[in-house]
């Protein structure tokens, strides 16, 4: 029971300073692809090609969400796993 408080407070700390973080740039993003489109928001008014439009998108993903936020999380469930 302890650990599961432990796992869950340890989860809650990952999101919360997500959040604070890059939480709120992510909703500036996302207001910038309501109001401009998402080709536009990655490759500026320049453009780009559909490879370089795709990468630029991964690396946002993966900027905002994958390294800060989903990786933590998976480290932290494979920590507390191993413990138990």
Do not use: H, N
């Amino acid at each position: 029971m302890k650990q599961t408080i432990r796992f869950l407070l340890t989860i809650a700390v990952i999101v919360i300073v997500w959040v604070f973080f890059f939480g709120i740039r992510l909703i500036g993003y996302v207001d910038s692809v309501q109001q401009k489109g998402l080709r536009a928001t990655e490759c500026g008014t320049v453009g780009c090609s559909d490879i370089a439009f795709t990468f630029s998108t991964l690396w946002t993903a993966s900027f905002f969400v994958f390294i800060p936020l989903l990786l933590p999380i998976i480290v932290s469930v494979y920590a507390f796993k191993k413990k138990a």
